[in-house]
């Protein structure tokens, strides 16, 4: 069993920078591949970038790439995203899932989740 907790979500003005973190329970943390999703307003939940166990393999989605960077500490059950250069689609509700295949876009690869943090860009 792992139990996700997402912080660092608030409100942010267009170009600004934020990082979310997830804090992990569990001695195993190395062994799930990580991700973050998010949910705008009225859509549904997105993949936004994922990281192997090891932390030696990153994806995005296209809609971030190049501005959002994922980077986890295994030492201290901790993963990261930053996000740089918000924009206003970037307002949604982000999650926290931990999971067995590193890089997966679907929802069902993940066997837990966190409650989520919102994050709201103002342009």
């Known amino acids: 069993q792992v139990q996700l907790v997402e912080s660092g979500g608030g409100l942010a003005q267009a170009g600004d920078s934020l990082r979310l973190s997830c804090a992990a329970s569990g001695r195993t943390f190395a062994n799930y591949a990580m991700a973050w999703f998010r949910r705008p307003p009225g859509k549904e939940r997105e993949f936004v970038g994922g990281i192997s166990g090891s932390g030696g393999m990153t994806s995005y989605a296209d809609s971030v790439k190049g501005r959002f960077t994922i980077s986890r500490d295994n030492a201290k059950n901790l993963v990261y995203l930053q996000m740089n250069t918000l924009k206003s689609e970037d307002t949604a509700d982000y999650y926290c899932?931990?999971?067995?295949?590193?890089?997966?876009?679907?929802?069902?690869?993940?066997?837990?989740w966190g409650q989520g943090t919102q994050v709201t860009v103002a342009s």
């Open positions: 899932a931990a999971g067995g295949v590193a890089g997966a876009v679907d929802r069902s690869s993940y066997w837990y």
